[in-house]
């Protein structure tokens, strides 16, 4: 049977959790990042988004690997190679980051729609919430994942913005190939940040969660003795995740092209309000700037509330040995559904503090980066362990490509600590 049907309908089914991943990394926490990477140091961030696309494609695929092979999600398989001292730091963190990135990503959402309606950003952000968790519990995965990827076609109006305004295409070609670091710790902040809101951790958790629920779904053999079968589903996952973490930096990549030619060059170069934010799309919106940018936040938002909830209750309730998937009823999982509920609620109960939701948004991605950083360890070690390497055998560059994408984590993160010393 011929696997690779280059139709268009073929291509959009066979896009699946990679793509997903890779639209809900440019979730509302992403957006506020590189629009203030925009705005603050203008062009000169480029290369960061274009530096990481190998490495944040090659540490979604390993997980996605891990999740397929293995019909394990990632926490399950970190917990055979690692003792319990190391296992819960790591899932406790990823924890705290993902409900903090909830909060965060509700605030922006309330906040963009009331600069298109009025009324209480606060009561939005709630509202939010409880529409994710009931979607979530509610409905099975499979049903609404065709709706998940259409959300993602609302961050093309980055892209055409661009392209209605004047872009010195000289200057942005020289600050994407050519890197531009300064070791201070404004600068070193700001990529630790996009480094995280680019490489999240609970994106690895997701996508091996979900690459092991498609795997047991489809009834297939565990194949370690035919490489023809691994090979396959090795080419199938990549071009998924290739295709959805491309899509992912394209996206970045010209929200900071469209925010520096346009907020800095009108001296905007703090973003303080979702207002400011939403001028960058000023010259293809015009008056409906504000719904175009609440559009984006609030379809992004809509996507990665539950991907950051799911990817905690996987993490959890593997470790604790707790029946759950997607796409089980809630009386079949309670403890899964419980840590959703409780991630997402956390999150919504972190609204009152009042803390503003841009600063909130781009601290979120700053956590994230730290956070990123063991985990990611953790996961190469995985691929490495005798116990795993014959079930998850993976190409050599593909490892090294892992490998230099933890590095490259740590030596932003130790960076930032050495310059804020």
């Known amino acids: 049977m011929n696997l690779w049907r280059f139709s268009a309908r073929g291509i959009w089914r066979a896009l699946g959790p990679g793509l997903v991943t890779g639209a ?18 203008g062009f000169s ?7 990481t696309l190998p490495f944040m494609a090659a540490i979604q ?17 970190i917990a055979r190679v690692l003792p319990p001292a190391a296992l819960y730091p790591l899932v406790a963190s990823l924890l705290v980051a993902n409900t903090i990135n909830i909060a965060a990503d509700l605030a922006a959402m309330g906040e963009a729609l009331r600069l298109v309606t009025g009324g209480s950003a606060l009561v939005f952000a709630g509202l939010f ?23 993602t076609l609302v961050l093309l109006f980055y892209v055409a913005a661009a392209f209605s305004v004047h872009i010195p295409w000289s200057q942005v070609a020289h600050a994407t190939l050519v890197p531009n670091l300064n070791l201070n710790r404004d600068q070193l902040l700001m990529v630790v940040a996009v480094f995280g809101t680019t490489i999240s951790p609970y994106l690895f958790f997701w996508q091996a969660s979900q690459e092991a629920e498609e795997s047991r779904l489809s009834h297939r ?19 998924d995740t290739w295709t959805g973490m491309a899509f992912s930096n394209l996206i970045a990549f010209f929200i900071i092209v469209t925010t520096a030619a346009t907020l800095q060059t009108q001296g905007i170069t703090h973003i303080d309000t ?10 293809i919106g015009g008056p409906f700037a504000f719904a175009l940018f609440a559009a984006g936040i609030i379809g992004t938002g809509l996507l990665a509330v539950p991907v950051l909830a799911g990817s905690a209750a996987y993490a959890v309730a593997e470790i604790f040995k707790l029946r759950g998937s997607l796409e089980l009823p809630a009386s079949r999982a309670l403890g899964f559904y419980a840590i959703v509920a409780a991630a997402t609620l956390g999150g919504s109960a972190l609204l009152v503090t009042n803390i503003d939701p841009i600063a909130m948004l781009f601290w979120t991605a700053v956590i994230n980066g730290i956070v990123a950083v063991p985990i990611m360890i953790a996961t190469m070690i995985v691929v490495a362990s005798k116990r795993e390497a014959r079930v998850v055998a993976l190409p050599r560059w593909i490892l090294i490509l892992g490998w230099l994408a933890a590095a490259l984590m740590g030596l932003a993160v130790i960076l930032l600590i050495w310059s804020s010393m």
Do not use: M
Request: glycine share 6%.
């Open 45 to 51: 961030l480029l290369w960061t988004v274009f530096l």
């Open 221 to 239: 053999r565990l194949y370690a003795n035919e490489p023809q079968l691994k090979k396959n589903s090795f080419k199938a996952i990549s071009i």
């Open 274 to 283: 979702a207002a400011q934010a939403a001028e960058a799309l000023r010259p």
């Open 129 to 151: 919430g409880i529409v994710c968790l009931v979607a979530e519990v509610l409905i099975p995965y499979h049903r609404y994942a065709g709706y998940l990827k259409l959300l």
């Open 24 to 41: 809900a990394d440019d979730d509302p926490s992403g957006i506020a990042t590189y629009s203030q990477a925009g705005a603050q140091f």
């Open 61 to 77: 695929i390993i997980s996605a690997c891990i999740g397929w092979d293995t019909r394990r999600g990632l926490a399950n398989n």
